[in-house]
């Protein structure tokens, strides 16, 4: 029988490659059971957020290279891009390295006092270096600035009522009253791809303050002031709110806007690199997960994208399943800790956890 294990990471706990052996284990364990034996296709995957490099430079056979730049604090990171191309001069940037939430310690957790700043400086090394084509995983960031920060670093200004101007910070948003551009584009000849983990719009409900800047830190004061700011910059450059831009803090915007970007959904941007259509098109039953099944798990994440390209069922291991998730695409679910129970106290714990979890779903899918 034929298994195509195709999980995201499960955030906090287990890499996408971990959360794949870990199914894998608990597969092995059910068909030893009934005399099967499995045929077992590992396929980690991510929603252009963690993981994004490691899942990108396998697909693409890339070398690594490592950069200097800044984290969302400003301070001094070293962080891996991956090559590919015949002059390797095409690269693979994952944002969250540099502007991730796992950067900033908790009681630093403040997205108006942060930037996107070092996304910029690393952007213009790879121009200096010779890329042309640069694909930027966008997800799991501290950050809501709207990627004024990046631009600053690429010359952009922003300047308040006074024509000051302003640093380049979520907090600063709602005084912007002016942007002027850099006379050259130091990022021409260069084509950018934005694999864009969720397909929110930038601003409202499900915009990139009012969804995302709770798990980030922001109050529900800040939250309201982030939002108006983010409505301000759309003002201010003429621009229109439209799906994606709400994706790692309103980077998408500024890439779009100062970079020509073009904005993609980051999970069919893997899937694709992956071959998944054709792997999935091979297997008898596909297993996927990742951390939470929640509302946002149909916003161009990777479960979502899984199922709808899927002949074969598939069953889903999500490690919590929230009241609101909408299951009713998976043959099957089998959350890894059930609601009121305690989280994993370890990467151990929750990898056990996804074993017992897979093996199960598979005795029952036997049965």
Do not use: W
């Given at each position: 029988?034929?298994?195509?294990?195709?999980?995201?990471?499960?955030?906090?706990?287990?890499?996408?490659?971990?959360?794949?052996?870990?199914?894998?284990?608990?597969?092995?364990?059910?068909?030893?059971?009934?005399n099967i034996t499995p045929e077992i296709?590992?396929?980690?995957?991510?929603?252009?957020?963690?993981?994004?490099?490691?899942?990108?430079?396998?697909?693409?056979?890339?070398?690594?290279?490592?950069?200097?730049?800044?984290?969302?604090l400003g301070n001094s990171i070293t962080?891996?891009?991956?090559?590919?191309?015949?002059?390797?001069?095409?690269?693979?940037?994952?944002?969250?390295?540099?502007?991730g939430l796992q950067l900033v310690p908790?009681?630093?957790?403040?997205?108006?006092?942060?930037?996107?700043?070092?996304?910029?400086?690393?952007?213009?090394?790879?121009?200096?270096?010779?890329?042309?084509?640069?694909?930027?995983?966008?997800?799991?960031?501290?950050?809501?600035?709207?990627?004024?920060?990046?631009?600053?670093?690429?010359?952009?200004?922003?300047?308040?009522?006074?024509?000051?101007?302003?640093?380049?910070?979520?907090?600063?948003?709602?005084?912007?009253?002016?942007?002027?551009?850099?006379?050259?584009?130091?990022?021409?000849?260069?084509?950018?791809?934005?694999?864009?983990?969720?397909?929110?719009?930038?601003?409202?409900?499900?915009?990139?303050?009012?969804?995302?800047?709770?798990?980030?830190?922001?109050?529900?004061?800040?939250?309201?002031?982030?939002?108006?700011?983010?409505?301000?910059?759309?003002?201010?450059?003429?621009?229109?709110?439209?799906?994606?831009?709400?994706?790692?803090?309103?980077?998408?915007?500024?890439?779009?806007?100062?970079?020509?970007?073009?904005?993609?959904?980051?999970?069919?941007?893997?899937?694709?690199?992956?071959?998944?259509?054709?792997?999935?098109?091979?297997?008898?039953?596909?297993?996927?997960?990742?951390?939470?099944?929640?509302?946002?798990?149909?916003?161009?994440?990777?479960?979502?994208?899984?199922?709808?390209?899927?002949?074969?069922?598939?069953?889903?291991?999500?490690?919590?399943?929230?009241?609101?998730?909408?299951?009713?695409?998976?043959?099957?679910?089998?959350?890894?800790?059930?609601?009121?129970?305690?989280?994993?106290?370890?990467?151990?714990?929750?990898?056990?956890?996804?074993?017992?979890?897979?093996?199960?779903?598979?005795?029952?899918?036997?049965?």
């Amino acid at each position: 029988m034929r298994f195509l294990i195709a999980p995201d990471k499960y955030k906090g706990t287990l890499t996408a490659r971990e959360a794949a052996q870990a199914i894998a284990r608990g597969v092995r364990a059910a068909c030893t059971g009934r005399n099967i034996t499995p045929e077992i296709d590992l396929c980690p995957l991510s929603d252009g957020g963690e993981g994004f490099l490691d899942v990108m430079a396998e697909a693409y056979s890339a070398c690594i290279e490592h950069f200097d730049t800044t984290d969302p604090l400003g301070n001094s990171i070293t962080v891996p891009v991956g090559f590919t191309g015949e002059e390797n001069n095409h690269a693979i940037v994952e944002s969250a390295l540099i502007i991730g939430l796992q950067l900033v310690p908790p009681d630093k957790r403040n997205p108006e006092q942060l930037s996107t700043r070092g996304l910029g400086t690393l952007l213009l090394d790879l121009a200096h270096k010779g890329s042309t084509k640069v694909i930027i995983g966008l997800g799991g960031s501290a950050t809501i600035d709207g990627g004024i920060g990046m631009a600053s670093a690429l010359g952009y200004r922003f300047l308040d009522a006074n024509k000051t101007e302003l640093p380049a910070i979520g907090a600063s948003l709602t005084q912007i009253v002016r942007i002027e551009r850099p006379q050259s584009n130091p990022l021409d000849g260069v084509r950018i791809t934005a694999a864009c983990d969720v397909d929110n719009s930038l601003l409202g409900d499900h915009g990139a303050a009012r969804t995302y800047g709770p798990q980030k830190g922001a109050s529900p004061e800040q939250v309201d002031r982030l939002d108006a700011g983010l409505t301000k910059l759309l003002r201010i450059a003429s621009a229109d709110d439209r799906t994606f831009l709400g994706a790692a803090g309103g980077v998408p915007f500024a890439l779009s806007t100062c970079a020509g970007s073009s904005l993609q959904g980051g999970a069919q941007t893997v899937l694709d690199a992956v071959r998944f259509r054709d792997r999935a098109g091979r297997t008898d039953l596909t297993l996927t997960g990742e951390g939470s099944f929640d509302a946002q798990t149909s916003h161009a994440k990777v479960c979502a994208a899984v199922v709808d390209q899927s002949g074969a069922p598939v069953v889903a291991l999500p490690g919590r399943l929230a009241l609101e998730a909408d299951t009713r695409a998976f043959a099957a679910i089998h959350p890894c800790t059930h609601l009121g129970a305690p989280p994993p106290s370890s990467p151990a714990d929750a990898a056990d956890r996804l074993t017992r979890a897979a093996h199960h779903a598979l005795l029952s899918f036997l049965s």
